[in-house]
């Protein structure tokens, strides 16, 4: 398994082991011992799978107070996956790491808590699985506008497929205080 740093360090790739022949493959998608050892301290508590349709764009979200951290992945289909800092004080705040995940590649992603989260299909559907370090709480269930200017994402997809609730999320500038989680130096 080989785990990378993205541009915010906190942010990693995860590359798992492939073991492929003629029959199909075999691959661990999560060993708790393992994921410690490379830099994931966290345990999860939950797991989620999504469906999803091309031009779906699902995010940004995050959940505070009671902060998930994710571990994603694409188990069927391909994604544009986006990580933005949303921690007041971290010197990474508003900025944003882009990835590519796919069933071909198999890469997953690992997001600490603090971060908002989003995806667009890319595929003519996606099957997006993730782990969760703490339970889904719907009244802390938090989001940043997929749009927002200043953070300048550059999402493959310009005229998405959103739910209300997405479309409408604030500007990141426009987070109430009491949304926002505090970054934690260590």
């Known amino acids: 398994m080989k785990i990378s740093h993205t541009e915010i360090e906190d942010v990693l790739v995860v590359e798992p082991l492939v073991f ?3 029959r199909g493959f075999f691959l661990e998608t999560y060993h708790k011992t393992k994921y410690r050892e490379l830099g994931i301290p966290v345990e999860f508590v939950q797991d ?8 779906i764009l699902r995010g940004l979200h995050y959940q505070y107070p009671h902060g998930q951290a994710k571990l994603v992945q694409v188990l069927e289909g391909h994604v544009y996956d986006v990580t933005v800092d949303v921690r007041r004080g971290s010197k990474n705040f508003g900025q944003w790491v882009g990835v590519h995940l796919s069933d ?5 992603i690992y997001i600490p808590e603090g971060f908002a989260h989003g ?3 890319l595929s ?6 993730y782990k969760c370090s703490d339970l889904y709480t719907p009244e802390c269930e938090r989001g940043v506008l997929w749009s927002d200017p200043d953070l300048g994402i550059e999402w493959p997809v310009k005229e998405p497929i959103l739910s209300q609730k997405d479309a409408k999320y604030p500007r990141l500038k426009d987070l109430p205080g009491e949304w926002m989680p505090k970054y934690k130096n260590g």
């Not at 989620?48 to 031009?55: A, Q, V």
């Not at 071909?104 to 997953?108: A, D, G, S, T, Y």
């Not at 003519?124 to 699985?129: G, N, R």
């Open 124 to 129: 003519e559907t996606v099957l997006f699985s």
């Open 48 to 55: 989620n799978l999504s469906f999803s349709r091309m031009g």
């Open 119 to 121: 995806f667009c299909v």
């Open 104 to 108: 071909e590649n198999k890469r997953q």
């Open 20 to 22: 492929s022949d003629d």
